[in-house]
C-alpha cells in the first residue's frame, strides 16, 4: 500500500459537474473519510471521451496533454479520474506520448502555441478506485465504518473501460505486440483485467455481499452510441441488468457516470416496455460507502438516482 | 496467400424466373446464383497505406487473421453476426473498398468496449483501426453519413467551442437532430425540455427530480443549460485545436 501517493490532482471530468454530481460529492466524502486528498485540477477541459477520438487524433491528444500540464503546473505526478472514459482517455494519451517521441515533440509545440506549458514529464493517470484500493484499502473502509451494509447484495459493475485495453490501463502480464520493447510494462496497482475485484473487495469490507456477476461486470453498456446506437444500447443494458436481477442482486454499483447514466436512463425505457427482470436501481460505489461510513441519504446525494435505490436501502435500513 | 472472402453471389444480380422452358427443358427458378469471377484484380492498396500511415492505425499489419477480436466483440455475439472486425480489417488490408462498402450498415456499430484490442495476441490497437476504416472510408467519400459519426462530430463540436461538454445540451441537441421539434427560448436558443416534441421516456425521466422535490439538482442543471460551462482561456487553445484538425482534414 502507499505506492500511487496520498496527494494527487483530481480530474473530475464534466459529467460529474453536471448530471452526475452525486458521484462528485461522494468521491470527496469518502476520500476525506479515508485520509486521502484530492487537489482539483483549476480549469480543465473535456477529455474528448470515445467520441473525438473517432473525429480528430491529434486534437484529442492535444485535450489531454493539455489536462496533463495543468498537473504538472500544480505539481502533480499522479492524476486520479473517477469516469472510466477520462481515465482511459489520459491513459491512451500517455500511451502514445510515451511511445513515440515525434508525437511528444510536436504537441509540446503545439501546447506551446495553445498558451499552455508544455510537458516536462508524462503524469501517470490511474482510476479512482485502483487509488483508493491501494492507498487506502479494505482495512481502512472497515475501520471507518459505521454503519455496515449488512444484508445488502450488491451486482458491481466495472464496465468496459477501467481495465480494457491492457495498452492503456497497463492491466495484463503478457500482452502481445511484435516489439518486445515497446510493450507497456503491467502495472503494479493494476486490478485484475478479466476478473477485477477492487469494489467487490472495498464493498465487501463495508459489509456488502457480491453476488456472481460474470461475465456481465465487465459488458459493454452502450457507451459512446448510448444515444447514437438505441437498439444496442437497449439490448447490452437489458442483459446487464437481467443477469444482476436472477442472480440476486438488490443494487447496482457503478463507477463511471457514462455507464451510471446509460444503465439508469435505458432501465426506465425498458421498464416503460414492460421488459421483465430490470428494475435494479444503481448507486456509484462511493455513495455506498458514503452510507456505511455513517453519512445520510442527503449528503450522498441518493435523490439524484433517477433510478431512485432509495425504497431499497430503506428496507434494508441502511439509508 | 491470403483466403479470398468475397460475396460470390449479389442478391441484386439474381434473376427469378418463374416459368421459363428452354428448347422443351424447364429451367425455371433462380439464376445467377454463383457466377461472379473469384479472380480478385480490383485492389486498392493506396487505401491500406492510408491507415498504415495514421499513427492510431498503423499496427493493422502485424494482424495474423486469428479472429479473436471477433470472437470477444459483443456487437458481433449478441447483435449482428455480420459485424466481424477480422474480416474488416482483412478487406481493408487487400482494399476490396466494394466489398466494405456492402457491410457499411454495420460497421459503424462499434461501441468502443475494447475487448479486441484487450485481447489481441499480436498487439494491434483493433478498436482504433477499426474506426481509422471507417474514418479513411468516411474522407474518400466511400461512405454514406452513420448516426454514430453525426455524434462524434456533434459532441466533438462542443467540446471545440466551450472547452466542455454539458449533459442536456448533448442530450437535447441531439434529440433535435434526430428530427424532434424542439422548442427554443428566444433569447438564449437553448432548449425548453417540456415544450415542444420530445420522447415519451425522455420526459419521465426530467420529471422525476421535479417530482422528488430535487431543488438543488435541478437548478444546477438548469444553470448548466442555460449557461454553458466553460474552460477559462480557451479561445487561444481553441484556435489550435482548429489547426491540428483543418490539417487532418477533421474539419469540414
Known sequence: MGVIGKRVAYYPGCSLEGAARAYDVSTRIVARELGLELDYLEDYNCCGAMESKNVTFMGTLLLNARNMSLARKQGHDVIVAPCNGCSFSLQRAEYFLQTDSKIFERVNALLKEGGVDPLDKIPETYHILEWFYHEAGPQKVKEKTKRPLRGLKVANYYGCLYTRPHFYAR????????????????????????????????????????????????????????????????????????????????????????????????????????????????????????????????????????????????????? | MAIHERSLVEPERIVRKERLVIDGVDVSGDWNLIILPRVINDYDLDFAKEIINSPDGKTITQCYQCSYCTASCPVHNYWDERYNPRHFIHLARLGLIDELQKRADVMWRCVSCHKCTHRCPKGVLVEEVLKVILRTMAKKGLIDEYPSKKFDKFFTESVLE???????????GWIEKQGYNVVKDPILKKPIPF??????????????????????????????????????????????????????????
Open chain 2, 195 to 252: 415544450l415542444g416534441e420530445t420522447p415519451e421516456w425522455l420526459k419521465q425521466l426530467v420529471m422525476k427530480p421535479i417530482k422528488s422535490m430535487n431543488v438543488s439538482f435541478l437548478v444546477l442543471n438548469a444553470k448548466h443549460m442555460l449557461f454553458h460551462p466553460r474552460t477559462k482561456n480557451w479561445n487561444k487553445f481553441k484556435q489550435v485545436l482548429r489547426k491540428v484538425m483543418q490539417e487532418e482534414g477533421a474539419l469540414t
Open chain 2, 162 to 172: 466551450y472547452g466542455r461538454i454539458e449533459d442536456g445540451e448533448l442530450l437535447f
Open chain 1, 171 to 319: 492491466t495484463y502480464a503478457h500482452a502481445g505486440g511484435q516489439d518486445e520493447e515497446a510493450r507497456p510494462r503491467r502495472r503494479e496497482t493494476a486490478d485484475d483485467d478479466e476478473h477485477p475485484y477492487y469494489m467487490n473487495a472495498l464493498l465487501e469490507a463495508a459489509g456488502a455481499t457480491s453476488v456472481e456477476f460474470e461475465p456481465m461486470h465487465t459488458q459493454c453498456c452502450g457507451g459512446p452510441h448510448s444515444l447514437s446506437d438505441e437498439q444496442v444500447s437497449e439490448k447490452f443494458v437489458m442483459m446487464i441488468l437481467q443477469t444482476a436481477k436472477r442472480n440476486g442482486a438488490d443494487i447496482i454499483a457503478t463507477e463511471c457516470p457514462l455507464c451510471h447514466a446509460s444503465l439508469e436512463m435505458y432501465r426506465h425505457r425498458l421498464m416503460m416496455k414492460g421488459v421483465p427482470d430490470v428494475d435494479v436501481p444503481a448507486a456509484y460505489f462511493t455513495q455506498l460507502l458514503g452510507l456505511a461510513f455513517g453519512y445520510s441519504a442527503n449528503d450522498v446525494k441518493l435523490k439524484d438516482n433517477l433510478s431512485d435505490p432509495l425504497p431499497v436501502l430503506k428496507r434494508l435500513g441502511l439509508a
